[in-house]
């Protein structure tokens, strides 16, 4: 089945049309006349049925339509491009690896390691985006993600790299004489991290508590905002040690209390059956795993 694609021409023409608000620009930019420019864009615009400009007495300027569209061929031709490069860089060896982590954890324990791999693997770049939530890796173009949660994604192969113990920890001053009880860390700020709502809840829970309506308490999204938040005194996070070594070993947080929040959750990393095998992968398979072996595979608070 024939691809309904508009030319390459007619979208770098566009492209760089509406970068600029202008033909003329855009002519200068891709060494073509005005009036070629021009006629790219309008064979585009017939193409979709869509107007993408507006011509007005000072020139041209973006419909919405034009606007929400440019966005996402610049955003495909910037990925193109990136691609093209790529392949030319490693005569197409194709020796790059695209993965999607969790933030801090790619911050705090995968970075510092990383030169590790490098130094094996010289031939193999890897490349790090961030994304806390399932996917289809199809519609993407990861190799490889670094999950925090349960395996099992649908045509999927996971492997277990290690779980996580969060504890309650928080500023020396909020602290006082710690370690304070359950009961005092209910009276404080908790602060909330939102892609896991209930961690406090089953925390108390664990520890008899029942604590009723809403916690209160400031949301943010990653963990080293979290620390930072409970640094500055804003409350009490709950947050894996092996994550803020340096905190706690500088006194600028201290740990509330030693119980850790209970899960079953845990960091995976989960590839896409079909390129389970492929050599970069399998290199950086191998020596992650080699790593959390090393590092604990379920680190009890470190």
């Known amino acids: 089945m024939r691809r309904k694609l508009p030319t390459t021409q007619s979208l770098l023409a566009f ?4 970068r600029h608000e202008s033909f003329t620009r855009a002519a200068e930019d891709l060494a ?5 420019v021009c006629r790219q864009v309008a064979a585009l615009e017939d193409f979709l049925g869509v107007s993408l400009f507006r011509r007005t007495r000072r020139g041209v300027c973006l419909t919405e339509a034009g606007q929400a569209y440019s966005r996402q061929v610049a955003s495909r031709l910037d990925a193109l491009e990136r691609d093209t490069l790529s392949v030319i860089a490693h005569q197409g060896a194709a020796m790059a690896l695209e993965l999607a982590v969790v933030p801090t954890f790619a911050t705090r324990w995968l970075l510092p390691r990383l030169s590790g791999f490098r130094a094996r693997h010289p031939d193999i770049q890897v490349h790090l985006a961030t994304n806390t939530r399932p996917f289809l890796f199809e519609e993407t173009e990861y190799d490889a993600a670094i999950y925090f949660g349960e395996a099992g994604w649908p045509g999927t192969e996971a492997h277990l790299l290690m779980g996580e113990d969060a504890l309650p920890v928080c500023s020396p001053r909020l602290a006082g004489n710690g370690p304070l009880s359950p009961d ?6 908790l602060l909330q991290q939102t892609t896991r709502p209930y961690a406090w809840r089953r925390w108390f829970e664990s520890h008899g508590l029942n604590i009723g309506g809403d916690l209160g308490g ?8 979290l620390a930072q938040a409970a640094i500055e005194g804003f409350g009490v996070a709950l947050i894996p040690t092996f994550l803020i070594h340096e905190e706690l070993a500088s006194g600028r947080l201290v740990v509330a209390h030693p119980q850790p929040v209970p899960t079953e959750r845990a960091y ?13 992968l399998a290199a950086f398979r191998n020596w ?12 009890a608070g470190g």
Request: hydrophobic share 45%.
């Open 15 to 18: 492209e760089r049309a509406a």
């Open 32 to 36: 073509l006349t005005q009036s070629a």
């Open 184 to 189: 005092a860390i209910a009276h404080l700020p």
């Open 218 to 225: 400031m949301r943010l999204e990653l963990f080293s905002m």
């Open 268 to 280: 995976y990393l989960i590839a896409p059956e079909h390129k389970s095998d492929t050599v970069r």
């Open 288 to 299: 992650l795993l080699a790593e959390c072996a090393h590092f604990g595979r379920h680190p």
